[in-house]
């Protein structure tokens, strides 16, 4: 499948509405183009925030006895009863078409107003949930730092640091390639007992003091370390996230 026709077809898939082959096509599409994936992640946290958080309302009665007057002749009753159920499976979520048109002009201003913190912690909550959602936290699984380090490397423009900490309690899970301000950063996954830590890292432009923030439930961590910028984003406690950014500033 060439890119743009995977482009175009993103829709669909998410909605599951290709054939199969279409899909498995798809499929090889995605685990080729880190971008293309990203897209689709971003597709499937919004349908998913629809699904869950967007009001439904039932057809108001007139609606629905214009319909049945506009349906082929067939028994009152069963007209009746046909179009209730097909009325119920398709009702319109009043907030969906709102929500995406103030989700996209949200993030228009965000990159429009030059990146302040909070807009970047934003960008990096919507980051989380959507590799959370989407099941697309890992885009190579290793616990090897000589794995994650070139695999990472041969897909950016720079080389992260990536460090073994498993012996401090924080197992490195593996790497993938995200997006923040239109650009490919790397995202290093580590985890603590049952939590998932993801560590954002790219090269550092300017001065980055070091911050902490809470957002949406998940603890979030900024520091500068050995030219590059770091984000941790968890919702593990504090004081262990703090700790694993200690370790972190640490010369490897």
Known sequence: MRPEEAKKLLHAYVDGELDSQAALEMEAALAADPALRAAHERLAAMSAAIRAKA???????????????????????????????????WQIPSAAFAGAAALGLALSLANLAGRGDDALVHELVASHARATVGG?????????????????????????????????????????????????VAVLVYKRRKHT????????????????????????????????????????????????????????
């Not at 007057?69 to 119920?88: F, I, T, V, Y």
């Not at 961590?221 to 941790?232: C, K, V």
């Open 55 to 89: 009001d439904y309302h039932a057809a108001p009665e007139r609606a629905l006895a214009r319909l049945r007057a506009a349906l082929p002749d067939a028994p009152a009753a069963a007209r009746s009863a046909g179009l209730a159920g097909w009325w119920k499976g």
């Open 136 to 184: 697309h936290m890992i885009d190579v699984a290793s616990s090897d730092q000589h794995t994650v380090k070139p695999w990472l490397s041969s897909r950016l423009p720079y080389s992260p640091p990536v460090a073994d900490l498993a012996a401090e309690g924080f197992p490195l899970a593996g790497g993938r390639v995200d997006y923040v301000n239109e650009r490919p």
């Open 197 to 252: 830590i993801e560590a954002f890292v790219w090269p550092q432009g300017g001065t980055t003091p070091a911050r902490t923030a809470a957002r949406d439930g998940l603890n979030i961590e900024s520091f500068p370390s050995g030219g590059m910028t770091w984000w941790l984003v968890s919702d593990l406690s504090r004081d262990d996230l703090a700790e694993l950014a200690r370790l972190l500033r640490k010369p490897s």
